[in-house]
């Protein structure tokens, strides 16, 4: 055989080669993840934040300027302490106007008291006089009673938590001024969406996160569910009681996973595994679907009750180039840092 003939083989070859790959495709670079034992769990997402079980929020049913306010946060108040005042001027000249009127009416009703004990005027006259000075007494306690209003106490005992708005500032009718609690116990007031509150029951415990601790377990417990759902929000308020060495602190907002169902020694895989109800297990290279019944759902990983043994490897996550029957390669697990 000739040179020319030799290199005229190699060629042929070399496209026979890439004719088969062309055919055949390159294999899809996967991960892939090991169907294993352990915990399946059902979790159902919550979110809310932590508040004391027994605290208040002190507003105003007034409008008007803040002329005093107790540098308080962080101490401790008793129901009745004064903590905050409003400009009541203009409602104690109100209230003084009333007092005079009164004292002019008081005058009247001596007078024609004296004229009946001389029989020139009538009784009707009297009972019109003393009806006159009731009414206005009546006046003045309702403006006193206003006036009470613009002195701004702590409705219970316990810690000023916070205190808001500053001396000057107008504060409107509805506004919280300061929050009042007791600091300890402390608890999470967290919202559910309706579809998932059914699997919510009284005693389950519920994992908590925050930005505040990373990386740190937090349990509670769920302790009240409110009976009545939110039809605008489409949500159900739930209490989850926290204990009293929890580092967490009143305001901060926080996830809740609750655990409303537990499977112990379940097959599982990634979550991110199944898709239509089906994996693609590697076998020979190759991915294989196969159809699976799932149990429990979770957030990583999910129980898996049939057409799955322990030990095989199955594509995760499911890609969309990969088909049944798709060749394929396991990617190599990134190198520890």
């Known amino acids: 055989m000739t040179r020319k003939h030799l290199i005229w083989l190699v060629v042929i070859a070399a496209c026979a080669g890439a004719g088969l790959w062309w055919f055949y495709g390159a294999p899809a670079q996967i991960s892939a993840a090991a169907v294993q034992r352990g915990t399946a769990v059902e979790i159902v997402y919550a979110t809310g934040s932590v508040e004391p079980v027994r605290w208040a929020k002190v507003t105003t049913v007034v409008r008007d300027r803040i002329v005093d306010l107790c540098a308080c946060e962080g101490q401790n108040v008793v129901k009745g302490d004064v903590l905050a005042r409003l400009d009541d001027r203009e409602a104690q000249a109100q209230l003084k106007e009333l007092q005079t009127r009164e004292e002019f009416l008081q005058r009247e009703l001596a007078r024609v008291s004296e004229l009946i004990s001389r029989g020139v005027t009538t009784a009707q006259a009297f009972e019109r006089a003393s009806r006159d000075v009731n009414q206005m007494q009546a006046l003045i306690a309702l403006q006193q009673v206003k006036i009470a209003d613009y002195v701004i106490r702590s409705p219970i005992d316990g810690v000023v938590l916070r205190r808001d708005g500053e001396i000057g500032e107008i504060a409107d009718v509805g506004q919280v001024l300061f929050r009042v609690g ?17 699997r919510v029951r ?8 925050t930005d505040a601790f990373p990386g740190q377990r937090l349990e509670s417990n769920v302790r009240e569910m409110t009976p009545m ?9 739930i209490r989850l009681g926290l204990p009293d060495d929890s580092p ?31 994996v693609f297990v590697i076998d020979g290279g190759r991915a294989t679907r196969r159809p699976v019944a799932v149990g429990i759902r979770g957030t990583r990983q999910s129980e898996i009750v049939s057409g799955l ?11 969309s180039d990969v088909k049944d029957g798709s060749r394929v390669r396991i990617a190599p697990s990134p190198a520890a840092p």
């Open 229 to 237: 759902g939110d039809p605008v929000t489409k949500t159900y308020r």
């Open 309 to 319: 043994r322990e030990g095989e490897r199955v594509v995760s996550p499911v890609r």
């Open 248 to 278: 967490l602190k009143p305001g901060m907002s926080v996830e809740a996973n609750i655990v409303s169902r537990e499977m112990p020694n379940a097959l599982l895989v990634p979550s991110d595994a199944i898709q239509d109800n089906a």
């Open 182 to 198: 007791v600091p300890r116990p402390l608890q999470v007031v967290a919202e559910v969406n309706e579809e998932d509150i059914p």
């Open 202 to 209: 009284i005693g389950q415990i519920a994992l908590l996160r």
